[in-house]
């Protein structure tokens, strides 16, 4: 039961490069959310969903995109990466007002 | 928007005391304050949640307790054990609405000392 999954775990950019994270939740929850997570600063929303085809702007939104064209992934795209940007990523999936379940999370490093 | 601030930042405590986190929050009209244990490398997960219909609940040796009135929440963790050790988050939201926008805390260090 793999539970809510994120890949990669890892990756280091330079400036200005692109790259997208997936997630993948096997819980058939409806909600699915992007948080980032930084020394002293806790887990901020960047974007989230609440079903297949609908995003929406969280706290942190700018410098991100995401799509949910399937209702079990996620995904968090950054068009032009900013050494602001190097953090923890988690992805966390839940019902509606439900628990929320996260994943392990993905660790970027931009140079 | 929502604040939540979390205090301390670090606790130690011995092997078998009592551990106690505290959060306070600013929306009076948040009404769901979830707790959260990261161990390392991991993602965080639940281990209890509280409504603001209800003062106090518990499970086990963890408890969290709720004063609306004063706008501030806190976990307590009795008879620690070494697997208690872990960052601790606490976060507060409004149900209402069309998703769960949690605002967290800014988590605290707790190390169980055998």
């Known amino acids: 039961n793999a539970g809510v999954t994120q890949t990669p775990k890892f990756r280091v950019l330079k400036t200005g490069q692109s790259m997208t994270l997936l997630c993948a939740q096997d819980?058939?929850?409806?909600?699915m959310y992007w948080y980032r997570q930084d020394p002293g600063m806790g887990l901020r929303l960047i974007h989230y969903?609440?079903?297949?085809?609908?995003?929406a702007k969280g706290e942190v939104p700018d410098g991100y995109n995401v799509s949910r064209l399937k209702k079990q992934n996620f995904l968090l795209g950054l068009e032009s990466a900013a050494p602001s940007q190097t953090s923890v990523y988690f992805c966390?999936?839940?019902?509606?007002?439900?628990?929320?379940?996260f994943g392990e999370g993905s660790r970027l490093t931009v140079l | 928007g929502e604040n939540v601030e979390q205090h301390p930042s670090t606790l130690s405590v011995q092997e078998g005391d009592s551990a106690v986190i505290k959060c306070t929050y600013s929306?009076?009209?948040?009404?769901?304050f979830p707790w959260y244990k990261q161990e390392l490398g991991k993602g965080p997960q639940l281990i209890i949640d509280?409504?603001?219909?209800?003062g106090e609940k518990k499970d086990q040796r963890i408890a969290v307790t709720l004063n609306k009135t004063a706008k501030h929440f806190s976990l307590h963790i009795t008879e620690t054990q070494p697997e208690d050790s872990a960052v601790y988050f606490c976060?507060?939201?409004?149900?209402?609405?069309?998703?769960?926008?949690?605002?967290f805390g800014s988590g605290t260090q707790l190390t169980v000392l055998p």
């Open positions: 966390a999936s839940s019902q509606v007002a439900g628990e929320l379940f």
């Open positions: 819980m058939n929850h409806e909600y």
């Open positions: 969903s609440v079903g297949e085809g609908t995003t």
């Open positions: 929306d009076s009209a948040s009404n769901y």
């Open positions: 509280i409504r603001s219909n209800v």
């Open positions: 976060a507060a939201s409004s149900l209402s609405g069309s998703a769960r926008q949690l605002t």
